[in-house]
Protein backbone atom coordinates (compact mmCIF):
# COMPACT_ATOMS: atom_id res chain seq x y z
CA UNK A 1 0.00 0.00 0.00
CA UNK A 2 1.00 3.36 -0.91
CA UNK A 3 2.12 5.43 2.05
CA UNK A 4 -0.44 8.75 2.31
CA UNK A 5 -0.08 12.13 2.26
CA UNK A 6 -0.03 13.35 5.77
CA UNK A 7 -3.09 15.51 5.22
CA UNK A 8 -5.00 13.00 4.38
CA UNK A 9 -5.56 10.02 6.10
CA UNK A 10 -9.20 10.44 6.66
CA UNK A 11 -11.83 12.15 4.07
CA UNK A 12 -15.55 13.14 3.72
CA UNK A 13 -17.53 12.72 1.10
CA UNK A 14 -20.45 15.06 1.32
CA UNK A 15 -23.51 14.91 -1.07
CA UNK A 16 -26.05 17.74 -0.24
CA UNK A 17 -29.47 17.69 -1.23
CA UNK A 18 -30.47 21.78 -2.45
CA UNK A 19 -34.07 23.81 -2.85
CA UNK A 20 -34.60 23.73 -6.90
CA UNK A 21 -32.37 26.51 -7.93
CA UNK A 22 -30.18 27.29 -5.50
CA UNK A 23 -26.60 25.07 -6.49
CA UNK A 24 -24.87 27.91 -7.97
CA UNK A 25 -25.68 30.08 -5.41
CA UNK A 26 -24.19 27.55 -3.39
CA UNK A 27 -21.01 26.98 -5.20
CA UNK A 28 -20.52 30.79 -5.62
CA UNK A 29 -19.97 30.93 -2.09
CA UNK A 30 -18.27 28.24 -1.43
CA UNK A 31 -15.28 28.69 -3.90
CA UNK A 32 -15.37 32.38 -2.81
CA UNK A 33 -15.21 31.85 1.20
CA UNK A 34 -14.86 28.33 1.73
CA UNK A 35 -11.89 27.02 0.91
CA UNK A 36 -9.19 28.96 1.87
CA UNK A 37 -11.32 29.68 5.03
CA UNK A 38 -11.34 26.02 6.31
CA UNK A 39 -7.87 25.25 4.80
CA UNK A 40 -6.77 27.80 7.37
CA UNK A 41 -8.09 25.38 10.40
CA UNK A 42 -5.85 22.24 8.98
CA UNK A 43 -7.76 20.35 6.84
CA UNK A 44 -7.99 20.10 2.78
CA UNK A 45 -10.97 20.87 0.42
CA UNK A 46 -10.05 18.05 -2.58
CA UNK A 47 -13.02 18.80 -4.60
CA UNK A 48 -15.85 20.34 -5.13
CA UNK A 49 -18.84 19.46 -7.41
CA UNK A 50 -22.23 19.42 -9.41
CA UNK A 51 -23.62 16.04 -10.04
CA UNK A 52 -24.46 16.24 -13.70
CA UNK A 53 -27.59 13.57 -12.70
CA UNK A 54 -29.40 15.44 -10.06
CA UNK A 55 -29.39 19.34 -10.70
CA UNK A 56 -30.04 19.76 -6.83
CA UNK A 57 -27.33 18.05 -5.73
CA UNK A 58 -23.80 19.33 -4.37
CA UNK A 59 -20.88 16.93 -3.78
CA UNK A 60 -17.51 17.63 -2.23
CA UNK A 61 -14.73 16.33 -0.33
CA UNK A 62 -12.69 17.23 2.19
CA UNK A 63 -9.79 15.58 4.03
CA UNK A 64 -7.83 15.67 7.11
CA UNK A 65 -4.44 14.50 8.95
CA UNK A 66 -6.53 12.16 11.44
CA UNK A 67 -9.60 12.04 13.42
CA UNK A 68 -8.29 14.27 16.02
CA UNK A 69 -7.26 16.87 13.87
CA UNK A 70 -10.65 16.44 12.20
CA UNK A 71 -11.96 17.44 15.43
CA UNK A 72 -9.91 20.46 15.76
CA UNK A 73 -10.55 21.58 12.58
CA UNK A 74 -13.74 21.47 12.28
CA UNK A 75 -14.48 23.23 15.63
CA UNK A 76 -12.62 25.52 14.36
CA UNK A 77 -14.03 26.62 11.30
CA UNK A 78 -17.61 26.28 12.54
CA UNK A 79 -16.92 27.90 15.49
CA UNK A 80 -14.81 30.76 13.67
CA UNK A 81 -15.50 33.98 12.21
CA UNK A 82 -16.44 33.35 8.42
CA UNK A 83 -18.78 30.46 9.07
CA UNK A 84 -20.80 32.57 11.21
CA UNK A 85 -21.03 35.19 8.70
CA UNK A 86 -21.65 33.40 6.31
CA UNK A 87 -23.85 30.02 7.43
CA UNK A 88 -27.40 31.58 7.02
CA UNK A 89 -26.93 32.35 3.70
CA UNK A 90 -25.19 28.49 2.70
CA UNK A 91 -28.03 27.04 5.30
CA UNK A 92 -31.12 28.53 3.58
CA UNK A 93 -29.55 26.78 0.06
CA UNK A 94 -30.10 23.11 1.76
CA UNK A 95 -32.91 20.44 2.04
CA UNK A 96 -30.14 18.14 3.15
CA UNK A 97 -26.26 18.13 4.75
CA UNK A 98 -26.33 14.86 5.95
CA UNK A 99 -25.34 12.48 3.55
CA UNK A 100 -21.78 11.99 4.70
CA UNK A 101 -19.63 8.83 4.55
CA UNK A 102 -16.27 9.01 6.42
CA UNK A 103 -13.59 7.35 4.67
CA UNK A 104 -9.82 6.13 4.79
CA UNK A 105 -8.04 6.23 1.53
CA UNK A 106 -6.48 2.63 0.79
CA UNK A 107 -4.26 3.98 -2.19
CA UNK A 108 -3.08 8.01 -2.58
CA UNK A 109 -4.75 10.59 -3.45
CA UNK A 110 -1.89 12.26 -5.74
CA UNK A 111 -1.98 15.94 -5.34
CA UNK A 112 -2.90 17.73 -8.74
CA UNK A 113 -0.32 18.84 -11.25
CA UNK A 114 -1.31 22.23 -11.30
CA UNK A 115 -2.05 24.38 -8.66
CA UNK A 116 -5.87 25.51 -7.37
CA UNK A 117 -7.28 27.94 -9.59
CA UNK A 118 -7.18 31.24 -7.83
CA UNK A 119 -10.22 33.21 -5.83
CA UNK A 120 -12.10 34.62 -8.87
CA UNK A 121 -11.48 31.78 -10.94
CA UNK A 122 -14.80 31.66 -13.35
CA UNK A 123 -14.09 28.91 -15.78
CA UNK A 124 -15.14 25.86 -15.37
CA UNK A 125 -13.11 22.50 -16.16
CA UNK A 126 -14.12 20.08 -19.31
CA UNK A 127 -13.23 17.58 -17.04
CA UNK A 128 -15.83 14.57 -15.52
CA UNK A 129 -14.96 13.21 -12.42
CA UNK A 130 -16.94 9.50 -11.62
CA UNK A 131 -17.19 8.49 -8.01
CA UNK A 132 -17.97 4.49 -7.59
CA UNK A 133 -19.59 3.53 -4.72
CA UNK A 134 -19.55 -0.35 -3.28
CA UNK A 135 -22.39 -0.77 -0.70
CA UNK A 136 -20.74 -3.98 0.83
CA UNK A 137 -22.47 -6.56 3.60
CA UNK A 138 -19.10 -6.80 5.52
CA UNK A 139 -16.45 -4.03 6.45
CA UNK A 140 -13.97 -4.05 3.24
CA UNK A 141 -11.18 -5.86 3.58
CA UNK A 142 -7.26 -7.15 2.06
CA UNK A 143 -10.11 -10.25 0.11
CA UNK A 144 -11.66 -7.71 -1.83
CA UNK A 145 -9.00 -4.74 -2.49
CA UNK A 146 -6.76 -8.03 -4.16
CA UNK A 147 -9.97 -8.82 -6.57
CA UNK A 148 -10.59 -5.89 -7.20
CA UNK A 149 -6.76 -5.05 -8.12
CA UNK A 150 -6.37 -8.46 -10.03
CA UNK A 151 -9.78 -8.68 -12.11
CA UNK A 152 -11.56 -5.03 -12.13
CA UNK A 153 -8.85 -2.70 -12.18
CA UNK A 154 -7.20 -4.28 -15.30
CA UNK A 155 -10.70 -4.34 -17.17
CA UNK A 156 -11.47 -0.79 -16.22
CA UNK A 157 -7.98 0.74 -17.50
CA UNK A 158 -8.69 -1.01 -20.94
CA UNK A 159 -11.98 0.88 -21.23
CA UNK A 160 -10.59 3.86 -20.42
CA UNK A 161 -11.16 4.61 -16.84
CA UNK A 162 -8.29 3.71 -14.78
CA UNK A 163 -8.95 4.10 -10.72
CA UNK A 164 -7.35 7.68 -9.55
CA UNK A 165 -7.92 6.41 -5.93
CA UNK A 166 -9.58 3.85 -3.91
CA UNK A 167 -11.30 4.56 -0.26
CA UNK A 168 -12.99 2.49 2.21
CA UNK A 169 -15.32 3.36 4.99
CA UNK A 170 -13.62 4.55 8.28
CA UNK A 171 -14.99 2.75 11.05
CA UNK A 172 -13.65 5.49 13.54
CA UNK A 173 -16.29 7.05 15.87
CA UNK A 174 -17.52 10.81 14.43
CA UNK A 175 -15.04 13.15 16.28
CA UNK A 176 -17.29 15.76 15.82
CA UNK A 177 -20.59 14.45 16.42
CA UNK A 178 -22.48 18.10 15.16
CA UNK A 179 -21.97 17.05 11.86
CA UNK A 180 -23.94 13.12 11.34
CA UNK A 181 -22.05 11.18 9.35
CA UNK A 182 -23.76 7.72 8.15
CA UNK A 183 -23.35 4.98 10.51
CA UNK A 184 -24.02 1.42 9.76
CA UNK A 185 -22.88 1.40 6.16
CA UNK A 186 -19.58 -0.22 4.86
CA UNK A 187 -18.50 0.81 1.31
CA UNK A 188 -15.77 0.11 -0.86
CA UNK A 189 -15.21 3.19 -3.87
CA UNK A 190 -13.11 4.35 -6.14
CA UNK A 191 -12.54 8.17 -8.48
CA UNK A 192 -11.82 8.15 -11.45
CA UNK A 193 -10.96 11.38 -13.99
CA UNK A 194 -11.83 11.96 -17.54
CA UNK A 195 -10.99 14.59 -19.11
CA UNK A 196 -14.12 15.75 -20.56
CA UNK A 197 -17.82 14.60 -21.71
CA UNK A 198 -17.12 12.79 -24.30
CA UNK A 199 -14.76 10.61 -22.79
CA UNK A 200 -16.96 9.68 -20.19
CA UNK A 201 -19.60 9.03 -22.12
CA UNK A 202 -17.71 6.48 -24.13
CA UNK A 203 -16.21 4.73 -21.50
CA UNK A 204 -19.94 4.64 -20.22
CA UNK A 205 -20.50 3.16 -23.81
CA UNK A 206 -17.75 0.50 -23.29
CA UNK A 207 -18.57 -0.41 -19.99
CA UNK A 208 -21.99 -1.56 -20.98
CA UNK A 209 -20.97 -3.52 -23.28
CA UNK A 210 -18.63 -5.23 -21.22
CA UNK A 211 -20.11 -8.58 -19.24
CA UNK A 212 -19.45 -9.37 -16.09
CA UNK A 213 -16.48 -6.93 -15.11
CA UNK A 214 -17.91 -6.24 -11.50
CA UNK A 215 -18.71 -9.79 -11.51
CA UNK A 216 -15.53 -10.27 -8.99
CA UNK A 217 -16.80 -7.79 -6.29
CA UNK A 218 -19.94 -9.99 -6.47
CA UNK A 219 -19.56 -11.98 -3.03
CA UNK A 220 -18.97 -8.32 -1.43
CA UNK A 221 -21.80 -6.27 -2.42
CA UNK A 222 -24.85 -5.94 -0.54
CA UNK A 223 -26.70 -3.37 -3.11
CA UNK A 224 -25.80 -2.75 -7.40
CA UNK A 225 -23.08 0.07 -7.44
CA UNK A 226 -23.75 3.59 -7.18
CA UNK A 227 -21.96 5.62 -9.91
CA UNK A 228 -22.06 9.93 -9.42
CA UNK A 229 -21.03 12.01 -12.38
CA UNK A 230 -19.44 14.84 -10.81
CA UNK A 231 -18.51 18.06 -12.85
CA UNK A 232 -16.26 19.89 -10.98
CA UNK A 233 -16.85 23.60 -10.21
CA UNK A 234 -14.41 26.19 -10.96
CA UNK A 235 -11.98 25.78 -8.56
CA UNK A 236 -11.91 22.33 -7.18
CA UNK A 237 -8.66 21.26 -7.26
CA UNK A 238 -9.63 18.02 -8.39
CA UNK A 239 -10.62 18.06 -11.98
Request: aromatic fraction near 8%; include cysteine; glycine fraction near 4%.
Amino acid sequence: MPPQPPCCSVFELRQYTLHPGQRDVLISLFDRAFIESQEATGMHIAGQFRDEDRPDRFVWMRGFRDMDSRREALSAFYGGPVWKEHRNAANATMVDSDNVLLLRPITRLAHPATPRPPPGADTRPSSRVEVTLCYLKTPADKALTASFEHHVRPVLTELGAPPKALFQTEPAENTFPALPVRTGVHVFMWLTVFPDAGHHREHLRRRAATKGWVEPLQPWLSAPLEHLTLSPTARSELR
